[in-house]
């Protein structure tokens, strides 16, 4: 959308930005077809792309709503319903730079974490059929399940006879992992 004097004087008009700087802005995300990075390469002067992005959405957003631009049928107006958020995008650009930036023992040390809780997973699986088989029973998850349009009471719960947390703390042990649950006390607090 493009502005009039009236309306960059009226609802555009900010401290941190004259009125030469948002016309450039305009013209040359409207020349570079909102590539931002583009936009950011053509800038006279030290920015980064958030900031260009937040004044761009800024104004659009604000003549959005001065004009009274309704979205299509049956779809939303992007530009007022999620309005772009600088902070969250430079704290994600942020962390993502970081995870690229990790050390050969940092990500061996993630892997390992994740092959970890795999096995973890594929142990309790396994566990969670053969008790099946064993008792010819119905799973936990679908003992518990309330009846269509009703509650399930906790007095008509068929509970299994080991304790989740038990079986989880005793699959953990298993592999390698001394971690305490809620159902054990710790001898000495952390």
Not at 31 to 43: A, G
Request: proline share 4%; aromatic share 8%; hydrophobic share 35%.
């Amino acid at each position: 959308l493009v502005y009039s004097d009236e309306e960059y004087e009226k609802l555009l008009h900010v401290e941190d930005w004259t009125r030469k700087e948002t016309d450039d802005l305009m013209k040359l995300v409207e020349r570079f077809h909102l590539n931002f990075i583009l936009v950011q390469d053509r800038w006279e002067g030290d920015v980064t792309v958030e900031i260009l992005k937040d004044r761009f959405y800024f104004i659009q957003r604000k003549l959005t709503e001065a004009r009274n631009i309704a979205a299509s049928e049956g779809e939303e107006n992007v530009l007022l319903t999620k309005p772009y958020n600088r902070q969250h995008e430079e704290q994600r650009k942020k962390l993502f730079e970081e995870s690229l930036s990790r050390s050969v023992n940092e990500e061996k040390l993630e892997q390992e974490t994740l092959d970890k809780a795999r096995k973890i997973e594929t142990m309790m699986r396994k566990r969670k059929q053969s008790h099946k088989a064993k008792t010819g029973s119905e799973s936990f998850e679908q003992v518990v399940t309330p009846p269509s349009g009703g509650v399930l009471l906790r007095s008509e719960m068929i509970l299994p006879k080991v304790p989740a947390n038990q079986k989880y703390s005793d699959a953990l042990e298993g592999l390698g992992f001394g971690l305490p649950t809620a159902s054990h006390r710790l001898e000495k607090p952390f």
